[in-house]
């Protein structure tokens, strides 16, 4: 069984910064790429970033140059470092891989980021 388990979120002063951590388990870790998306209210799930195995990154435009994603395969984590953050960064953020079909609220709690003006 598939477990993912999102941590580190909470609130924040813009240009302040958050660090994320997502544990999963109950698959090959190493062989999928994993990513962080968020949802606001009323909004789609979006993509933030992506790691593969061999550590190669994707960021958004939005969070490019801003957050920094890594990964420990020992330990199946990925982390995410949020710096200069932005009141539109606000958003439930949940750890998933761009393999699955679900993304979004479905194989964590997500963990709430907050940022205020």
């Known amino acids: 069984e598939v477990t993912v388990m999102e941590s580190g979120g909470g609130s924040a002063q813009a240009g302040g910064s958050l660090r994320l951590s997502c544990t999963a388990s109950?698959?090959?870790?190493?062989?999928?790429?994993m990513g962080w998306y968020r949802q606001a209210p009323g909004h789609e799930c979006d993509l933030v970033s992506t790691?593969?195995?061999?550590?190669?990154?994707y960021y958004s435009d939005s969070v490019k140059g801003r957050f920094t994603i890594s990964l420990d395969n020992a330990k199946s984590t990925v982390t995410r470092q949020m710096n200069s953050l932005k009141p539109e960064d606000t958003a439930v953020y949940y750890c998933?891989?761009?393999?699955?079909?679900?993304?979004?609220?479905?194989w964590g709690r997500g963990t709430q980021v907050t940022v205020s003006p």
């Open positions: 998933a891989s761009p393999s699955w079909v679900q993304r979004c609220a479905y």
């Open positions: 109950g698959f090959t870790f190493d062989n999928y790429d």
């Open positions: 790691i593969s195995s061999d550590s190669t990154t």
